[in-house]
């Protein structure tokens, strides 16, 4: 049997399980098995230049699925499974900001989950600038719901954080131990990366949009909350890559020993005087099956491997489902 119809075989196991039917791979590369001893082995041979796209979409996020796929499947047949990515041609020299992105995510993969995952082919090692610099937030954010698309995440996002979304809150902090417990709810929170100076010439990594949703310092300090939020049901693999690349750049800033021009931000100054606790939340409708399912023994995720990795580094995965009908929140779940 070729190593691609052993994948199809493989992968045919996932799909034969209740709620995974219609798991498919991304169509980018070429995805086989192989084994190591005993161990199974999932592998992916991709160009290089796929990960100049944006990080939550798929072609992107395929070394994502890959690990995912591997972690389910050692979840659900018991067997060690591991995970390689073959990456192929050259580096592409255009969309820098989301290759470094990328490279970013992958270089956090192959500290976190050591030899379940490993990287051979073309070298797209993730260097940070030579003077690390951060954009802050600038002030109070906007919370008018009637200047946005009622439903949109625009919409959820003003919602969750205005005088409107009081309630909503209360429900969330209703889950929550006392210590983790938060009054105020922000929107947006930059994490734009920079070389020496702040400024479009300068940058190191997406800015603008690529900033975390909400967030909230609790009470007393000790935990910061981080909110990737959705609107939309079955939200993609590329919302993993994305939480951790938000989460683990939040957690430098935190760790340095210098501000790196984030001096007049409140909640980065309390950050690294208070060191919190950072607590990344997946805020959606629904998820993608390889992301979140519920199974007899409740609800799992591959994030429980990236928590059990993050512990030295205080950061946690969480995530959030909730209803929503068009322009009205339902209630968590």
């Known amino acids: ?14 799909r034969s399980k209740p709620g995974f039917a219609r798991v498919r791979e991304p169509g980018v590369g070429k995805w086989s098995t192989s084994s190591e001893g005993e161990d199974l082995r999932l592998e992916l041979e991709m160009d290089v230049a796929k990960l100049a796209g944006s990080i939550q ?3 992107a996020a395929s070394p994502t699925f890959l690990w995912v796929f591997a972690w389910w499947l050692k979840r659900l047949e018991g067997a060690e499974v591991r995970s390689r990515l073959t990456l192929t041609g050259q580096v592409p020299g255009r969309n820098l900001l989301h290759v470094r992105r990328n490279a970013f995510v992958l270089n956090e993969y192959c500290m976190l989950l050591g030899d379940r995952f490993e990287i051979r082919g073309t070298q797209l090692p993730w260097e940070w600038p030579n003077e690390p610099k951060f954009n802050v937030e600038s002030g109070e954010r906007d919370c008018d719901l009637l200047k946005v698309e009622p439903g949109s995440e625009a919409w959820f996002e003003r919602l969750l954080c205005g005088g409107a979304g009081e309630q909503i809150r209360e429900a969330l902090n209703a889950r929550l ?5 938060f009054t105020d709810m922000r929107r947006q929170l930059p994490v734009g990366m ?3 100076k702040v400024n479009d010439a300068n940058r190191w990594t997406l800015g603008g949009k690529a900033a975390v949703d909400a967030w909230a310092l609790s009470d007393d300090k000790n ?3 981080l909110f990737e939020l959705k609107v939309k049901r079955n939200v993609k693999v590329g919302i993993i890559p994305e939480a951790l690349y938000y989460a683990s750049v939040v957690s430098f800033i935190r760790d340095a020993e210098s501000p790196m021009g984030t001096e007049k931000s409140q909640v980065f100054s309390d950050m690294r005087e208070l060191h919190p606790r950072i607590v ?3 805020v959606a409708p629904s998820f993608h099956p390889l992301v979140h399912r519920k199974r007899a023994s409740g609800w799992v995720s591959p994030l429980e491997d990236l928590n059990e990795a993050l512990v030295k580094r ?10 929503h009908d068009g322009g009205k929140f339902l209630g968590w779940r």
Do not use: C, K, Q
């Open 194 to 196: 920079f070389d020496r």
């Open 314 to 323: 205080r950061i946690e995965f969480r995530i959030l489902p909730y209803d």
């Open 280 to 282: 990344m939340w997946l």
């Open 177 to 181: 131990s006392p210590g983790e417990r």
């Open 57 to 59: 979409g798929n072609a």
């Open 223 to 225: 935990v910061l909350h």
């Open 1 to 14: 049997m070729s190593r691609a119809s052993e994948w199809d075989r493989v992968i045919g196991t996932l």
